[in-house]
């Protein structure tokens, strides 16, 4: 196997982390006409990021991972209103008209909504993942797609939420404009939750947790060998990426405003393949890597809705074809191989006998 | 509950499930012979698999719209097909084969998007059905429909499979490719030309889906999003029967489309999709258990 290093082994640079907390924090006043964009880019890193801590650093590749995201979504959106109103009742009447929450109740129920967001994915992970974190390579990968086209269909036929006509998150309470804008706030939020998850992942790559995951992906074998308990690793790195996902939902759900079990929440199709892609766009099994894949990948993916409209679909296909074929080691991966002075892997000298 | 009563007291529901689960577990086992077969030779899974089955659908749907009997849409659809796996193998899959699984994975993964979205484009996404006017047939007091074009389904594809079996077993190609699957690198050694076997594998399971959607056309409908469920179907039923297992696939494709068939009376046919993939699920977990109590023996 090639040098697949946790990718945190030389320092980075302190001046990429201020200009990225500079971009971050300027993004709202710069551009607010694209703030909007910029929360979907936060949101971009943490899917690239979560998938990572299995997919890259486990070996575990998953296809699944977007149904802690919808299932963050859900839980979110019914804890707002189940909170206040009949979840029942807000669901048959499409969340309209009678149903407004109040503004301490509108945030009092988001609060509530996130925290339980993250912890039931959480729990749900943990529950699946002693089950399906058995199974190794190809049947892992399929069997969580399969989990993440049944977790769609089976939100579609559920009545209390809404079933396939999907559910309304609640209304932004006019009054709080006063203090911060609706998009401000959602960005802000969106903005500290990348950035936990970035020092969340920072933080186990370095120590134990990290070498533990990479000797899982390298030998699993050898490593149960070695007297670690790897199944219970697995399910807790599972579990890490869906408290950050579940509450990712959370956010996007309330940003969207709508939530549609197939094309929203359990997106299998898009951001769960999408996740994916930037992970492996950008090195998967570094920490950069899927920050710069995703960084890249949504430009990208803005572009072609902006100008191959109507065809962005098929781009997209063209472009997971285009990458796993010509790029499969990421935008960091290849440059590790080219220029490996530059991730602090030192070159020996070596004799060479004959220059041309 | 309510619905297992009702199975029980109208047997005739139970009698019709069977008769259909039979028929559609024939078209499952005819695409999962064809994964099975790319599996076991390349060591792809080919998530694509259901959308060259609905492609195969189009073809036969379009010849329907041109006047022409669908029955035709089986061996065209094959051959259409066969050529737009080559030319897949050809531009993409070459590239990936000797890969590391989960890239080829991802590579037909991305494919399967892309051709789906290429059909919702150039076909729209309306539900599609190639009429072949067969006529019906009814048993127990007009309790138990059968339309003729299910028997013709059951035969055809039962004839499919057959003619597979024997070409393989037999023939030169069919020599080379099961010795290719054996073990790629002393077939290279021996000469046979092992990317020309797989660009024929890889061909000839395009050309098998091509004939199994043009059945399901006629059989069942099509529509651009449909596929993936086919590709699920033939995993599950390939992974039940293990590689290279005849009876097995035959056995699992039935069972498999008998168990559809109860789960729509007992869940509900807006579960169908749900009840396929936590199927799969289910049993995958099953098979993972299993296998870890065989490794705790050995030890």
């Known amino acids: ?356 | 509950m309510d619905n297992i009563l009702l199975l029980i007291e109208a047997p005739f529901l139970s009698v019709q499930a069977i008769l259909d689960g039979i028929i559609i577990g024939a078209l499952f086992s005819l695409a999962a012979y064809g994964m099975a077969l790319v599996w076991g030779v390349m060591r792809i899974i080919n998530i694509a698999q259901g959308e060259f089955v609905i492609l195969g659908g189009y073809v036969a749907y379009f010849l329907y719209e041109a006047g022409i009997h669908p029955m035709f849409g089986i061996p065209v659809a094959g051959v259409v097909l066969f050529v737009v796996g080559y030319g897949l193998y050809k531009v993409v899959i070459y590239r990936v084969v000797d890969k590391d699984l989960f890239i080829s994975l991802l590579a037909t993964f991305g494919l399967s998007i892309l051709i789906q979205q290429l059909m919702n484009i150039m076909f729209g996404a309306d539900v599609q059905i190639a009429e072949a006017g067969f006529g019906t047939s009814f048993m127990f007091d007009y309790n138990v429909t059968i339309p003729h074009i299910r028997i013709v389904t059951f035969i055809v594809s039962a004839f499919l499979g057959a003619l597979l079996v024997i070409y393989i077993k037999r023939s030169r190609l069919g020599q080379a490719i099961r010795a290719t699957a054996q073990n790629a690198r002393a077939a290279r050694v021996m000469g046979i030309d092992t990317d020309h076997v797989y660009a024929m594998t890889f061909s000839l399971n395009a050309a098998i889906c091509g004939a199994t959607g043009a059945l399901v056309a006629m059989t069942f409908a099509i529509h651009p999003y449909i596929g993936l469920p086919y590709t699920i179907r033939s995993f599950m039923i390939v992974i039940m029967a293990g590689l290279g297992n005849l009876p097995g696939v035959i056995a699992a494709g039935t069972g498999i489309g008998v168990a559809e068939q109860f789960a729509d009376y007992i869940f509900g046919a807006e579960f169908r999709m749900a009840f396929i993939f936590l199927l799969l699920v289910a049993f995958l977990v099953w098979r993972g258990r299993m296998l870890a109590r065989k490794r705790e023996v050995l030890k």
Not at chain 1, 156 to 164: E, M, R, T, V
Not at chain 1, 218 to 233: F, L, P, Q, S, W
Request: net charge negative; glycine share 12%; aromatic share 14%.
């Open chain 1, 1 to 356: 196997m090639s040098t697949t290093s946790t990718g945190n082994t030389g320092s980075t640079n302190p001046l990429l982390y201020i200009v990225i907390l500079a971009f971050g924090i300027a993004a709202p006043f710069v551009m607010p006409a694209y703030i909007q964009q910029v929360s979907f880019l936060w949101i971009f890193i943490l899917f690239a990021l979560t998938w990572d801590l299995q997919g890259g650093q486990m070996g575990y590749n998953s296809f699944g991972n977007i149904v802690f995201f919808g299932t963050g979504m859900y839980v979110s959106a019914s804890t707002q209103v189940a909170l206040y109103f009949d979840l029942g009742a807000w669901n048959e009447s499409g969340g309209e008209n009678t149903f407004i929450h109040a503004t301490d109740e509108y945030f009092i129920g988001l609060a509530a909504g996130l925290v339980l967001s993250g912890i039931v994915a959480a729990a749900l992970a943990a529950f699946l993942g002693s089950g399906i974190l058995g199974l190794r390579g190809q049947y892992f990968a399929i069997c969580t797609l399969g989990l993440s086209v049944a977790a769609g269909e089976i939100a579609a036929g559920i009545d209390l939420i809404g079933a396939g006509s999907g559910m309304s998150t609640p209304v932004w309470p006019d009054a709080a404009d006063s203090v911060i804008e609706r998009g401000t706030f959602f960005y802000i939020l969106c903005f500290m939750l990348a950035v936990a998850t970035f020092i969340a992942c920072k933080y186990l790559y370095s120590g134990r947790f990290g070498m533990v995951l990479n000797a899982i992906r390298d030998d699993e074998d050898k490593a149960e060998a070695m007297g670690i308990h790897t199944t219970r690793y697995k399910a807790l790195s599972w579990t890490i990426s869906a408290f950050f996902l579940g509450i990712s939902g959370a956010i996007m759900g309330n940003i969207i405003g709508f939530i549609d079990p197939v094309d929203v929440a359990f997106t299998g199709a898009t951001f769960g393949v999408w996740m994916v892609l930037m992970a492996i766009l950008g090195g998967k099994g570094t920490l950069w890597g899927p920050v710069l894949g995703a960084a890249i990948f949504h430009i990208m993916q803005e572009l072609f809705w902006t100008y191959f409209l109507g065809w962005q679909r098929v781009a997209l296909g063209l472009l997971i074809i285009l990458i796993v074929v010509f790029l499969p080691q990421g935008i960091l991966g290849s440059l590790r191989e080219h220029f490996p002075e530059w991730f602090g892997h030192r070159l020996e000298p070596v004799a060479v006998e004959d220059e041309k």
